[in-house]
């Protein structure tokens, strides 16, 4: 027996997050009672989702699936939206089995490299903070920040949730750039907070005018891709992702 959210996320019905999501708002039942965080269940237990019960056998490790998306700006990361812009899971192929779950999400005006597996489990352990996994983008800002911009953005800034900084700053163009009022930067971070980024530059007054992720993890944005593409993970890339949380899990 093994707890509710990890039995249906290694199912591959949804993220940890999402399924727990699910349980407060008593969607879940187990043999007929409405379930509860901190449950448990087994493979061949009834066990339903707003009323229709779920098959929870999970694929083998080596069935699950990655895919890779250009998220191009202007789509949600969402399988619906009120305002009814566009998503991302419009554009997606179908799996062979189970579901696309997004590794963590690009806000509507971010685009680059979006990751989704049919492996519940690995997007959570991912997403996770204590994974530790990097993230590296490529900022298009107004203004070039100095020296000391820099060395703060690298020791830490308040931000309304917290401190946050960048793991690591490489400026493209500081020499070559004719462009005074835009600079061109690489930045590395390993958290995924909402829009973190950009509060990172703008709790400085810079403006980000635009936003790639062109990283995550291992995981590279695919030189030829193009905004809307998208391109099936090589099982490699998937254990290569498996082992960077595997490493996270064993330094903890």
Do not use: C
Request: glycine share 10%; proline share 6%; no cysteine.
């Amino acid at each position: 027996m093994i707890r509710l959210q990890k039995l249906l996320a290694g199912a591959g019905l949804g993220s940890r997050r999402s399924v727990e999501e699910w349980i407060r708002a008593g969607r879940v039942s187990v043999a007929g009672r409405v379930a509860q965080l901190g449950d448990r269940a087994g493979p061949g237990d009834d066990v339903r989702l707003d009323g229709r019960r779920l098959n929870l056998s999970a694929p083998h490790s080596s069935a699950h699936e990655l895919l890779l998306y250009y998220k191009p700006v202007g789509e949600v990361t969402t399988r619906a939206d009120p305002q009814r812009r566009p998503t991302v899971f419009e554009r997606l192929p179908n799996p062979v089995s189970g579901r696309w779950i997004n590794v963590g999400r690009l806000d509507v005006n971010t685009s680059g490299l979006l990751l989704l597996t049919t492996d519940g489990d690995l997007a959570h352990r991912l997403m996770h903070p204590s994974s530790g996994v990097e993230r590296e983008y490529l900022v298009r800002l107004r203004g070039r920040p100095g020296p000391e911009v820099i060395r703060k953005l690298l020791a830490g800034v308040e931000l309304e949730d917290g401190p946050a900084r960048f793991d690591r700053i490489v400026v493209e163009d500081r020499e070559g750039g004719n462009d005074a009022s835009h600079s061109t930067l690489r930045v590395v971070l390993h958290e995924g907070r909402n829009r973190e980024v950009r509060r990172l530059f703008n709790a400085l007054d810079f403006e980000v005018s635009r936003l790639l992720r062109i990283r995550y993890g291992p995981v590279e944005l695919p030189r030829d891709m193009r905004p809307g593409a998208t391109r099936l993970g090589e099982p490699a890339v998937l254990e290569a992702l498996r082992a960077a949380v595997q490493r996270a899990d064993e330094g903890r």
